[in-house]
């Protein structure tokens, strides 16, 4: 989206130089986050309808995630990306549902779903992988879970989670500091157990019904409990120590 060069887009853009990029991305995803909202709470339109909605207002929350990494990543971490991402997709049976998925250079190690189907990886996790495909696919699938089960657009329907998107807070000293630059502390907002669990069962089924081997779920966690760095999946997710255990415990 082009910032006009009339009297709101010269407000705009001063505004945006005062309160930095939270501000621009505030305003860019107002209007769409609005629409997504009325779409899913409302009885009109289909559930097309509103994937298409949301997929909208998530295309602009990621293309400043894009401007505003601008470090290099690797094209074979890209490749190998796109490969499991495609490979999943193809599992997935609401084909109303699209995926794009972008590597970013952070040293964090992380992951997020962005309305939409809008999914970042950050370097620093593939790496902590060691690039295992089976390991990844997890970490993928558990993402593409959350908006298949609509639980990244739960995160931003309340206007408390929209306001999270125009201005920085104290919360967002914990998130990275690429995500806590573009204010989207909105992202901060824990997901609730029942929606990890639903992420977690749907993530390994998605993996193994895609020829991934669903064990690299425990083995990506145990990696990110080694880490501990108190940050894995942007500190939304339950302790990993529990997470490991439900899935080990996961029936066949």
Known sequence: MRLGSGAAGSYTERMAQTRGMP???????????????WIWESAAGSEEDAIVAERQMGLDLAAKVREA????????VQALLNDILAALADRVANRAHRFEITALADTQRAAFALPGGYIFVSTALVELAERDHDELAFVVAHEMAHVIRRHAIDRWLTDKALAAVSMATPATRRLSPLIRRLGMDGLSKAYSRQQEDEADELGVKLASAAGFDPAGAVRVLQRLAAADEGFSFLSTHPPTADRIRRLRVRPE
């Open 23 to 37: 501000y621009l991305v505030g305003r860019l995803a107002g209007k769409k986050f609005k629409k997504a909202k």
């Open 69 to 76: 990494s601008r470090l290099p990543v690797a094209p074979e």
